[in-house]
């Protein structure tokens, strides 16, 4: 009979639902972030980090979703084992730009 390791995972304190997606945002000063991951469950997940921990996420994500964007959120004290695959593609493409006064226009230039 094995013995259990002494390195068992937290006890999820809270749970988070919502959208992963694939950013593009254009600021009013000029730069744009090309394919940035963002999405409610992460600028959530974000700000509840910063205080209390541990956070689990719960969202679907097509098989064009970066590994290594998941990798990153996990690396940094996330669970993303509620975080599922689906093995088709999925558009989770979002744009947004800013001009001058802080208005957004969220139309894409390019479908």
Same mark, same amino acid.
């Given at each position: 009979?094995?013995?259990?390791?002494?390195?068992?995972?937290?006890?999820?304190?809270?749970?988070?639902?919502?959208?992963?997606?694939? &950013?593009?945002?254009?600021?009013?000063? #000029?730069?744009?972030?090309?394919?940035?991951?963002?999405?409610?469950?992460? +600028? %959530? $997940?974000?700000?509840?980090?910063?205080?209390?921990?541990?956070?689990?996420?719960?969202?679907?994500?097509?098989?064009?979703?970066?590994?290594?964007?998941?990798?990153?959120?996990? &690396?940094?004290?996330?669970?993303?084992? #509620?975080?599922?695959?689906?093995?088709?593609?999925?558009?989770?493409?979002? +744009? %947004? $730009?800013?001009?001058?006064?802080?208005?957004?226009?969220?139309?894409?230039?390019?479908?």
């Amino acid at each position: 009979m094995k013995s259990k390791s002494n390195t068992s995972k937290p006890v999820i304190r809270y749970l988070l639902s919502g959208k992963l997606t694939r &950013s593009t945002v254009a600021t009013s000063d #000029g730069r744009v972030f090309i394919d940035q991951p963002a999405g409610s469950v992460l +600028f %959530a $997940a974000g700000g509840l980090g910063l205080w209390d921990s541990p956070v689990g996420l719960l969202s679907t994500v097509g098989n064009d979703y970066p590994e290594d964007w998941l990798e990153r959120i996990s &690396s940094r004290g996330f669970d993303i084992e #509620g975080i599922r695959r689906l093995p088709d593609d999925i558009d989770q493409r979002h +744009f %947004a $730009a800013y001009d001058a006064d802080g208005n957004v226009n969220k139309m894409a230039p390019v479908s």
